[in-house]
């Protein structure tokens, strides 16, 4: 759950989870909707599924007992190397590293190491190397309390707005990243040209054969402090200290988001209540984005990895506007893939637009056109009740919110779902007035 999460927020899903799967008996005979209902809100839902299926084979294949070694742990599903390490060093000290972003950062200041976090070279390759020297120090017997003192650590003295001059920091005397800003510092307050210096190391370093530092890693760095220290009032060794321990690791590229339009189907029954209120839900794919997860009926009608009129968009500015007409026949053909053999149901009923809105995952923003309908009770069928399946093969279920809660749809789902009964009630109170 810590994985991509931050920790206030997975603390009541972490109790909810131990109070309903003590043990992994409990996870491994439990079903995939009970799961997904514990996981929902916290994202990453492949997660969820991995952690499941790991459980399965801990109880099918290794007798309900966890491994200690890292070689054996990483046969499970869902886990690997980070994650083995992890619990074989801490749950049973075995003396192993473990390298996560925050370590990254870590080992990036004290051995002035100027490429990004993310790098294979320092977060799958060299970084594990320079972990182990750490933890194997001494008698090795506390590896698990030393992985956990370097994970803390990058996460609060040495996080990204860390100063490295904190006299509290454990490690404020061994920072290579401050010391090179003092040297630097020297360069500026002295007659020497700060391109000429910088030029003078690259020299050097096409002589060298370390693998670690981006290419132009170095020189990015010094050109950054020297840009901020020229910017600074107080050109002083504790803040040349302080800036070039900010500037390393370097800041890893950001990935434009994959944009996709899509035109979203919220269709419910005529009913009054909550309880006898449902909603027409599909169930996603096994495999891709929010795999298993049920979702309202949807229509992609753009996607920034197609080509539209000979240009690529990429940014939120880029995205087209999709007009009525191609709404209207995207939401048409939903209706008509759910209602095929009643088209003048499909006719009859009374449709609105919501305003557009949007919601963003950890690789793809989806912009959303929602199109909300009520169908009239003489209309609902309740044969609907039990799940039906259409020609994609996707389970459908007609769900009140009772249901949803038990099957745990995203927050995504979740953020539709707000929207459409607020416009309902806005309705309602303007009729009743």
């Given amino acids: 759950m810590l994985q991509q999460t931050r920790v206030e927020a997975v603390i009541p899903y972490y109790l909810a ?42 109880v099918d294949v290794l007798d309900g007992i966890i491994p200690e070694s890292v070689d054996e742990l990483i046969q499970i599903n869902g886990i690997g190397r980070y994650t083995a390490s992890a619990i074989s060093s801490i749950a049973f000290n075995k003396c192993v590293p ?3 972003g925050n370590v990254c ?9 100027a490429n ?14 320079l972990a182990a020297q750490i933890v194997q120090a001494g008698d090795g017997k506390d590896a698990g309390e030393v992985n956990q003192a370097l994970m803390e650590l990058g996460a609060t003295y040495c996080a990204p707005t860390g100063s490295g001059v904190d006299d509290n920091d454990p490690l404020v005397n061994y920072y290579l990243s401050t010391k090179i800003g003092r040297e630097l510092c020297k360069v500026v307050n002295s007659n020497i040209d700060i391109n000429d210096y910088i030029a003078s190391i690259s020299k050097k370093r096409k002589h060298t054969n370390c693998c670690l530092c981006d290419h132009e890693g170095i020189s990015t760095v010094l050109i950054q402090v020297a840009e901020e220290l020229k910017k600074s009032d107080n050109v002083s060794s504790t803040n040349a200290a302080i800036a070039a321990h900010r500037n390393l690791p370097l800041k890893p590229l950001k990935i434009s988001k994959r944009e996709e339009v899509l035109v979203v189907l919220a269709l419910k029954t005529g009913e009054e209540t909550e309880i006898d209120q449902r909603w027409l839900m599909v169930k996603r794919p096994d495999k891709g984005l929010l795999a298993g997860q049920w979702e309202f009926p949807n229509s992609c009608v753009w996607v920034s990895a197609s080509n539209v009129d000979g240009r690529k968009y990429k940014t939120v500015a880029d995205i087209p506007f999709i007009d009525g007409e191609k709404r209207q026949s995207a939401a048409g053909s939903l209706l008509r893939d759910f209602f095929s053999t009643n088209d003048e149901l499909v006719r009859s009923l009374e449709c609105q637009w919501l305003e557009k ?14 199109q909300h309908g009520v169908l009239p009770s003489s209309q609902y069928d309740t044969a609907f009740n039990k799940s039906f399946f259409g ?5 459908r279920r007609w769900m009140n919110e009772s249901d949803m809660k038990s099957v745990g ?11 459409v009964k607020e416009v309902g009630q806005k309705s309602h109170n303007f009729l009743s007035s």
Avoid: C
């Avoid at 950062?105 to 190491?113: D, E, N, Q």
């Avoid at 020609?391 to 389970?395: G, K, L, N």
């Fill in 409 to 419: 749809i995203t927050s995504g789902v979740k953020k539709v779902l707000v929207a």
């Fill in 98 to 100: 473990v390298v996560d």
């Fill in 105 to 113: 950062r870590v080992l990036a200041r004290l051995k002035g190491i």
């Fill in 17 to 58: 989870w131990m109070k309903s799967f003590p043990t992994v008996y409990d996870l491994a005979n439990a079903s995939e909707e009970e799961v997904n209902a514990h996981w929902a809100g916290l994202g990453f839902y492949r997660r969820a599924k991995y952690l499941h299926k790991g459980a399965k084979y801990v």
């Fill in 357 to 370: 809105m949007t919601h963003v995952f950890s690789h793809v923003r989806h912009t959303m056109y929602v």
């Fill in 391 to 395: 020609t994609d093969r996707r389970e």
């Fill in 116 to 129: 990004n976090i993310k790098s294979p070279v320092l977060k799958d390759k060299l970084g594990w190397k």
